[in-house]
């Protein structure tokens, strides 16, 4: 089982920056098995969607709204991936989750994810 806990939100203005990071721990095993690894958001009232992935080799996607603004990266080493977020607008105000791939039981796949993490853009 892995266990993935989000930090870093928190209020800024219009323009401002936030970096969230997002820690996996677990089994040796477990942690082992983390493949790709991404960032979500969900506003009010609005279904949750992808913001960015990055693969356990480094190549990364960005929804369009976010492209040229945000940048995922990810240290292997340390099991923690990271969102830096720059230009913010109101709109990028959301809870913003964590997500890995992995393998479970009988390594069987397995969806992870954290349990968010405010983001509040004041204009």
């Known amino acids: 089982q892995v266990r993935l806990v989000e930090s870093g939100g928190g209020l800024v203005q219009a323009g401002g920056s936030l970096r969230l990071s997002c820690a996996a721990s677990?089994?040796?095993?477990?942690?082992?098995?983390?493949?790709?690894m991404g960032w979500y958001r969900q506003a009010p009232g609005k279904q949750r969607e992808l913001v960015a992935t990055i693969s356990t080799g480094g190549s990364t996607t960005y929804a369009d709204f976010v492209k040229g603004r945000f940048t995922i990266s990810r240290d292997n080493a340390k099991n923690t991936v990271y969102l830096q977020m720059n230009s913010l607008k109101p709109e990028d105000t959301a809870v913003y989750y964590c997500n890995a791939d992995g393998r479970g039981s009988y390594l069987l796949p397995k969806n992870y994810w954290g349990q968010g993490t405010q983001v509040t853009v004041s204009s």
């Open positions: 677990g089994s040796t095993f477990s942690i082992g098995t983390i493949g790709d």
